[in-house]
């Protein structure tokens, strides 16, 4: 199952991630579970498990010498960017915490990976507007922080993998908003 929430305010996500370990600071252990993704991951040279100062900036617009957002009555706005949840049936979650076979985890993995994939080949658009024109311009390119997690916050049995996508795009001209709508 997919559900989709949009993340509006970066300090209020970084707090969701840190609570119960979703995302510790500086604990090996959760750090372990978290992997950034995607073509513009590679571009800024994320890889492996996800720092949380890196995650802080991206999640604030801070893209390689960029900050993305507006100015808007002296306040920086810029949304952080989309969580895409992906779980498992409970029925899975159930046989993997029984057996904690390791192909139930890659197996998981595999699923989100190649999921991930699709909609950064086909829905990780920007706007670009010329000449008061405006165009959507597929990009294939998404940077992602993955969280997998085990269980519910109730501790219930709940294979699930947090797919943070950040709202930055690279493009020819430089690391642009994404436009969400076809991932919605």
């Not at 943070?164 to 969400?180: F, I, M, P, Q, Y």
Request: proline share 2%; with cysteine; charged share 25%.
């Amino acid at each position: 199952m997919l559900s989709i929430a949009i993340l509006k305010n970066a300090d209020a996500v970084v707090a969701y991630f840190e609570k119960d370990n979703y995302y510790a600071k500086d604990d090996p252990q959760a750090q372990q579970y978290s992997q950034w993704f995607g073509r513009g991951a590679e571009q800024l040279n994320f890889e492996g498990n996800i720092s949380k100062d890196d995650f802080v900036n991206l999640l604030e617009g801070y893209v390689g010498d960029k900050r993305l957002g507006r100015n808007v009555d002296g306040n920086w706005e810029h949304t952080p960017g989309r969580d895409l949840t992906f779980s498992a049936p409970k029925s899975y979650s159930i046989l993997n915490q029984l057996t904690d076979n390791k192909d139930f985890h890659a197996a998981h993995d595999k699923a989100v990976q190649e999921t991930l994939r699709y909609i950064e080949d086909h829905a990780a658009y920007v706007r670009i507007t010329k000449h008061g024109k405006t165009q959507k311009l597929l990009q294939k390119n998404l940077t992602i922080a993955m969280f997998r997690h085990d269980t519910s916050r109730a501790l219930d049995p709940n294979d699930h993998t947090h797919c943070v996508v950040a709202n930055a795009v690279k493009t020819e001209d430089g690391w642009r908003s994404l436009d969400s709508k076809k991932i919605l």
